[in-house]
């Protein structure tokens, strides 16, 4: 009962203009700098592990070309880890 009460609480909260105005002042005053601030630090790593992805990727799919990894899985993973010493 405590619980529907609160959840009918928040809702009509929630639907209130003057808590809707002081929520999005609250979140563009605080809550948005800190988030975009932290993208734009995490912005250098996120793109540092796409290319390493990338790199990946394409070793796996030049390791497929000499070897079917479905009918020579061993021999696939050999051409892996060839491909990952080498670089």
Known sequence: MLRRLMIHL???AASDPRVQAKLRE?????????????????QP??????????????KIDEAAK???PRTDP??????????????
């Open 45 to 58: 790593r996120i793109d540092e592990a796409r290319e390493k992805i990338d790199e990946a990727r394409e």
């Open 26 to 42: 609250e979140f563009n005053k605080n809550i948005r700098p800190q988030a975009e601030s932290a993208w734009r630090k995490a």
């Open 74 to 87: 061993g021999r696939f993973v050999g051409e892996i880890i060839k491909r990952w010493h080498r670089h």
């Open 66 to 68: 000499v070897a079917n």
């Open 10 to 12: 928040a809702i009509k």
